[in-house]
């Protein structure tokens, strides 16, 4: 059976074809993302200042409205990216998300919710033993908080994996023939796409290093679950997490979330090292459950 990683070899790809889709989704992207400056410009006429950033955005149109805005381009480019996989690359949408006959809606699940209780364990934790993260809950802006975030964060954490763990992770595959160049790589690019969110200002280019491991351990869950299923369910909960849980002035989901973290910004080696280990202790995790075996073949 041909592995999920190795899928793309099945149909042809040549360079227009790339060329087009990736310019399609930029396109349709940024399209979408100028939504928010019409939107700021309407409501600018109530604003006693002239909004520069996300935080001033936030003063003039309210968090809500700015986090609508900031997930729309994903949704756009979310469809307009299966509709180039169905009519450019003339593939089954279904070869981007998995190796197996359909998509495991089960494993999904799974590792939402594991990863969402984890995640909520740690976070207990730290609040508990900080004074500076403050309840701040409100009915009447975390109702739309929570729809907005469990309807469009999903597809944007998806069209993300559909990027770097399907398309591109199978893309260099194709082109290098190793698993490990293609897991680097991809976890690589996943990291520099994140150079623009407002924690890389605020603490140091260092973030980036985060993101670069998130994007190694969703290219290893990739490849030794044969899908995107289970990393799908991770970065869903991950960033649901991040919007509805604890929230702060400085990061990219900036919401009225249930705590608000008053803390200065850092991110430590010791940062580094806990996410490291929590990772590693997921992908055993996952190996346990599902019955990965032989790992290290995958590796190659």
Request: proline share 3%; hydrophobic share 55%.
């Amino acid at each position: 059976m041909i592995q999920f990683i190795d899928s793309s070899k099945k149909y042809p790809v040549t360079i227009p074809m790339v060329v087009a889709t990736v310019a399609l989704v930029l396109i349709v992207y940024f399209l979408g993302g100028s939504g928010l400056l019409f939107d700021y410009e309407y409501a600018q006429d109530l604003a006693v200042s002239k909004a520069a950033g996300t935080s001033q955005y936030i003063q003039v149109l309210g968090s809500n409205r700015v986090l609508f805005w900031m997930l729309l381009p994903f949704t756009l480019s979310f469809v307009i990216f299966l509709v180039a996989i169905k009519w450019i690359h003339k593939r089954p949408v279904l070869s981007v998300f998995t190796g197996r006959e359909r998509l495991d809606w089960m494993r999904i699940c799974t590792s939402f919710v594991i990863v969402f209780f984890l995640l909520s364990i740690i976070s207990a934790v730290q609040v508990y033993f900080s004074d500076d993260i403050v309840w701040s809950f409100e009915w009447d802006t975390f109702l739309p908080l929570l729809l907005i975030a469990c309807i469009m964060i999903p597809i944007q954490t998806t069209i993300e994996e559909l990027l770097f763990r399907g398309y591109l992770l199978q893309g260099i595959k194709r082109r290098l023939g190793s698993n490990i160049q293609a897991v680097v790589l991809s976890g690589f690019f996943f990291g520099l796409i994140h150079m623009g969110n407002p924690e890389i200002e605020t603490i140091g280019v260092h973030v980036l290093s985060h993101y670069v491991l998130l994007g190694l351990f969703l290219g290893l869950l990739t490849l030794f679950d044969n899908g995107l299923e289970l990393s799908m369910g991770f970065h869903a909960a991950n960033n649901i997490f991040a919007a509805l849980m604890i929230s702060s002035d400085w990061q990219v989901f900036q919401t009225e979330a249930l705590f608000v973290d008053y803390a200065d910004p850092e991110f430590t080696f010791a940062m580094f090292l806990t996410t490291l280990l929590f990772l590693i202790g997921l992908i055993f995790l996952f190996k346990r459950i599902y019955g990965w075996t032989t790992l290290k073949d995958y590796l190659r």
